[in-house]
């Protein structure tokens, strides 16, 4: 049975609008280095290894982090234009995301301080099978644009502080 996003959508802005939503919501992972560059990656009941490719002396046994981030845009990406897509009536039949990030390891390994440590940029097209115009999926671009919390994490500067502590 297709679950009614619309109504998902409209639940959860009456729900925050009227106090009884539990906002802000916090969400928590850990990882745990398992020895060389595999690290084991929890959320809620989930589990993940992320490591790097054997190019770069991992034992490529998952994903490197940086493609991990990528994966989170293209999943957030799809979510947010299913939501926004129902909510604005507009049909989608079909829709995947293929992003490409470009890296300089000048950054990451030190030996240029001008060059940062992430991308240098992000590049991705969107996959739409759809009846409507163009033009409509531009519109609809704008929403998903203007409300995808990964696009958004990536995009502004979000305050982050870590703490070391010692075991």
């Known amino acids: 049975m297709k679950k009614n996003i619309t109504s998902l959508l409209e639940r959860t802005r009456s729900a925050l609008a009227d106090g009884s939503a539990v906002n802000p919501i ?6 745990e280095n398992q020895g060389n560059f595999a690290t084991k990656i929890e959320m809620r009941s989930h589990t993940i290894i992320s490591d790097q490719p054997f190019g770069f002396d991992g034992t490529n046994k998952g994903p490197k982090p940086s493609e991990l981030v990528l994966a989170a845009l293209a999943a957030c990406q799809e979510t947010t234009w299913r939501i926004y897509a129902e909510y604005m009536a507009i049909p989608i039949d079909k829709i995947s995301v293929t992003l490409k990030g470009v890296q300089d390891l000048r950054g990451f390994m030190g030996v240029d301080s001008k060059t940062p440590a992430g991308f240098q940029r992000v590049d991705g097209i969107v ?39 010692k075991l």
């Open 26 to 31: 916090e969400v928590t992972v850990s990882s």
């Open 127 to 165: 996959h739409i099978e759809s009846p409507v115009s163009y033009e409509k999926l531009l519109d609809l671009q704008k929403e998903v644009d203007a409300h995808c919390p990964v696009l958004d994490d990536l995009t502004r500067k979000v305050p982050t502080a870590f703490k070391v502590e």
